[in-house]
């Protein structure tokens, strides 16, 4: 086996990727406190071409170093959108027509591996605090949610880990 170089990878540019069709999916940070983990969604959210990110509460927002060192610069091609608050980012989600999912353990979480993704809806995923998880009243705002099955010891995986899980079934199911 050989490597791909980078060229015959065919990437598309910035310009294209900007004017590309886009998955219908954006993915709402709550109160996600790691810059790193911010960055991890922007650099996920360009290689599975979702159509935004939106950064809530203390969520960074770029300019900043620690996004720009996990994203390799996806943040110039992902768009954003910054909300004071999660609730108001799922508020204005579900007024444009998206189906809001919290990815969190949940009462009537559906598992990943179970879930039919509508190919005719558009997906607001809500991905939580690194400790607290996605907050309760938000939670509530929510048409459902999503669990990540799990084997371990531990109760939880890193919040931009379970994000490339999540968007790739997305991705997959949306493609």
Known sequence: MRKITNQELGRPSVEEFSAMEKLPVVAVLDNVRSAQNVGAF?????????QSIALCGITATPP??????????????????????????VELLKEQGYTVLAIEQVEGAVMLNCLEVDKSKKYALVFGN????????????????????????????????CGGVVMWKFFESLR
């Open 130 to 161: 690194e400790v607290s998880g996605v907050e309760q009243a938000v939670v509530d705002m929510c048409d459902g949610a999503i669990e990540i099955p799990q084997a371990g010891t531990k109760h939880s995986i890193n919040v931009s880990v």
């Open 64 to 89: 900043s170093r620690e996004i720009h060192k996990s994203s390799l610069g996806a943040e110039f091609t992902v768009a954003w959108q910054y909300y004071k608050t999660t609730a108001e980012a």
């Open 42 to 50: 922007f650099r996920t959210g360009d290689a599975f071409a979702i």
